[in-house]
Structures are given as structure tokens and as C-alpha cells.
């Protein structure tokens, strides 16, 4: 059985970073499409970044292009999200999630496990 576990969240100020982890348990995360969706109070959970295991492609929102990077370590079956120049309105739960299906990595009904998410509150 696949299970993620994320961790890494915390309170931040505006400008300041953070990395958040998922290590993956039950399977190899280098055969797993990996990405990280946000969900802040009252809204959807919406996509943030993913990691293509075939090519190594990612993929980011608008928002977060040129502040956040997603990588993976294979030895260690963990995906990071270096989160830079945070801002308050990133504060959300944020998810990780795999999917070995092939197709867009931009929707969430297109992964097949999820952690049990990790808060990021950026005060101003």
C-alpha cells in the first residue's frame, strides 16, 4: 500500500522560505509521478507543482513559477518543494500526491494517493 507523509510545514514571514517534504512508503517514488496541490480555507485544492518520473519534466501554477522548485531524491523516495519569497496569500494546506497515470499532472483526479498534508501559514 502506498502511503505519503509530508512534513516540513510551519509560520513563516512574508519573504522568508521553506522546504516541504514527502517521503513515499510501499513503493519506488522514481516510478511515481509526483506532485504538491494547496488548498487555503474556503477554496478548492488547486495544483501548485509536478514532477514527471519519465523525463524529469515540472510543471508549476502561474503563482508560484520562478519561487518554488520541485525535485525529487530517488535514494531517499522523497519529493521536496523549496518554497522561496513566500507570500500570505501561499498560506494553504499543502498536499502531496502520486500517480503512475501518464496523462496531465495539472489535475487532481488524475492521482491515485495523497498525504495527509501539512499547513504553511506566511504572516505579513
Known amino acids: 500500500q502506498v502511503q505519503l507523509v509530508e512534513s516540513g510545514g510551519g509560520l513563516v514571514q512574508a519573504g522568508d522560505s521553506l522546504r516541504l517534504s514527502c517521503t513515499l512508503s510501499g513503493r519506488t517514488v522514481s516510478m511515481y509521478n509526483m506532485g504538491w496541490f494547496r488548498q487555503a480555507p474556503g477554496k478548492e485544492r488547486e495544483f501548485v507543482a509536478a514532477n514527471r518520473w519519465s523525463d524529469s519534466s515540472t510543471y508549476y501554477t502561474d503563482s508560484v513559477k520562478g519561487r518554488f522548485t520541485i525535485s525529487r531524491d530517488n535514494a531517499k523516495n522523497t519529493v521536496y518543494l523549496q518554497m522561496n519569497s513566500l507570500k500570505p496569500e501561499d498560506t494553504a494546506v499543502y498536499y502531496c500526491?502520486?500517480?503512475?497515470?501518464?496523462?496531465?499532472?495539472?489535475?487532481?483526479?488524475?492521482?491515485?494517493?495523497w498525504g495527509q498534508g501539512t499547513q504553511v501559514t506566511v504572516a505579513s
Open positions: 500526491a502520486a500517480t503512475r497515470s501518464g496523462g496531465t499532472l495539472y489535475y487532481r483526479e488524475n492521482y491515485n494517493y
